[in-house]
């Protein structure tokens, strides 16, 4: 399995400002992906993070709203710019494709953004 | 488009009780389903696939094409498994579409 460290863990933004969350993967993995989970909601893909080259955003997403890196295949960085209190949520990293692995994805334990 | 509905948002038995957490999905290929449990202060984690067909924490879970569901079971729940559980579906590029989850609570 992969260990996923995610930095920080939890932070209290000011509105306006931008936030970048730190995923970093003991191993090479293939996929990279950022997921968003509101106060009482599910999770939501933001994007997949692709390594050399821009993210893949979903629909409702953007990148000048989230820029994604994915500088090699073991770390990525999510930021969260000109942060409003509706950006207050659960960030996750989620990984697949490390070696030995078959279509399990794994997760990180989150970053709590609270925008104030 | 990828659909997951897990219709309870919360659920609630006592010890040694039956459990069911009922999910069904929407998707016009062959889907692969996942169950993920997220116990309190840890990580999101798998609990069980559709492809491996096995019994995690005497948990298990069947896919029903016909019904488009694939619902969570265990015969006895037990305090330990109060927790989040998310259906998931998903595919070869490890990318999941989830429901909103169930909070389970097992009751002394």
């Known amino acids: 399995s992969a260990v996923i460290s995610q930095k920080p863990s939890r932070d209290i933004c000011q509105r306006g400002t931008s936030l970048t969350i730190q995923c970093q993967v003991d191993?090479?993995?293939?996929?990279m992906f950022w997921y968003r989970q509101q106060p009482g909601q599910s999770l939501t893909l933001i994007a997949t993070?692709?390594?050399?080259?821009?993210?893949?955003?979903e629909s409702g997403f953007v990148i000048d709203k989230f820029p994604i890196s994915r500088p090699n295949l073991t770390f990525s960085t999510l930021t969260v710019s000109n942060m409003s209190p509706e950006d207050s949520s659960i960030y996750l990293c989620?990984?697949?494709?490390?070696?030995?692995?078959?279509?399990?994805?794994?997760f990180g334990q989150g970053t709590r953004l609270t925008v104030v | 488009a990828q659909r997951v509905t897990q219709p309870e948002k919360l659920l609630s038995v006592f010890k040694g009780a039956p459990v069911e957490l009922k999910c069904n999905y929407s998707?016009?290929?062959?889907?692969?389903l996942f169950w993920y449990v997220q116990y309190s202060r840890q990580r999101l984690q798998l609990l069980l696939r559709?492809?491996s067909r096995e019994s995690i924490k005497g948990f298990t879970a069947d896919l029903n094409k016909g019904e488009t569901s694939f619902h969570l079971k265990k015969p006895f729940a037990q305090e330990e498994d109060s927790a989040m559980y998310y259906c998931?579906?998903?595919?070869?590029?490890?990318?999941?579409?989830f429901g909103k989850g169930t909070l389970l609570t097992v009751n002394p």
């Open positions: 998707y016009s290929g062959s889907p692969e």
């Open positions: 993070a692709n390594q050399g080259s821009e993210a893949t955003y």
């Open positions: 191993s090479q993995v293939t996929m």
């Open positions: 559709h492809i």
């Open positions: 998931a579906l998903g595919g070869s590029n490890y990318k999941l579409t």
């Open positions: 989620s990984v697949g494709g490390g070696k030995g692995a078959n279509t399990e994805a794994f």
